[in-house]
């Protein structure tokens, strides 16, 4: 069985064991968050909602995942959060830029499970394996789902389905963004490609020692380590 129909049978089924109607995934027009939509309609048809969220958003954004909702016959719903962002920040003065660029997807977030609590649908998260074991995510932003289909399948793995999937080559081809600030990248923030990353994530995990400088594997190893607490559950005190 292709590894596309297993991950579609496995969305269906966490579906049905928590009693829900269907899946709602953001909607980026990034690689992660077209592949995680596809998969979903191939597993629920109609029972899938596409949610353009933009936040200052690049128009561009807003294109490719309505091209993406267009070629595969996605629902979609636009909500602009930008306003909202906005008189965030000037509440919130002062902050650093990376702490108010993650108001961004904790808003995106709060918008995604208000609609799938008024449609008894599943939040399906759009994080990737290679992104959760380093922490390049917001914890209760992007993080923060019911479901994380492409959290066993590293960045260089996704694309690879996103070609098998016939994703547009557009999307697939841009360099990946979060969008959190004009120019932004996420290869950019992390410090290195995501074929390197990957790479050291395959040796880390097989006890091997990656073939990157020392420096760059000494990063990638504290990054792992300082986001241990975004992967682990809630410490909750035991009363003896």
């Keep these: 069985m292709k590894l596309s129909n ?9 579906v049905h064991k928590a009693n829900k109607r269907g899946i709602i995934v953001g909607l980026s027009g990034g690689i992660d968050s077209a592949v995680t939509a ?6 629920l048809g109609d029972n899938v909602l596409g949610l353009i969220l933009p936040c200052e958003s690049h128009p561009r954004d807003e294109e490719l995942a309505l091209k993406v909702a267009r070629k595969f016959n996605i629902r979609v719903k636009k909500t602009d959060l930008t306003d909202a962002y906005k008189k965030l920040c000037c509440t919130f003065s002062g902050a650093k830029r990376v702490v108010k660029a993650n108001l961004k997807p904790r808003l995106r977030m709060m918008t995604l499970y208000y609609l799938a609590n008024s449609l008894n649908y599943l939040v399906a998260g759009t994080g990737n ?3 959760l ?3 390049y995510f917001t914890k209760y932003g992007d993080g923060g789902c019911d479901i ?3 959290g066993g399948l590293l960045k260089t793995e996704v694309r690879k389905l996103a070609q098998e999937l016939r994703i547009p080559a557009e999307i697939i081809q841009r360099a990946p963004t979060a969008g959190l600030w004009e120019g932004q ?5 992390i ?3 995501y074929k390197e990353l990957d790479n050291c994530l395959q040796a880390l995990e097989k006890g091997k020692i990656p073939k990157l400088k020392s420096k760059l594997v ?3 190893k504290s990054m792992i380590k300082n986001s241990k607490h975004k992967r682990d559950k809630i410490p909750v005190f035991k009363k003896k």
């Design 6 to 14: 297993s991950m579609s049978d496995w969305i269906k089924e966490r």
């Design 218 to 220: 000494a990063k990638i």
């Design 38 to 43: 596809v998969l979903s309609k191939r597993a």
């Design 185 to 189: 990248t996420d290869e950019g923030e």
């Design 148 to 150: 994380l289909p492409l």
């Design 191 to 193: 410090g290195l490609s």
């Design 129 to 131: 394996k290679s992104e």
């Design 133 to 135: 074991m380093i922490g």
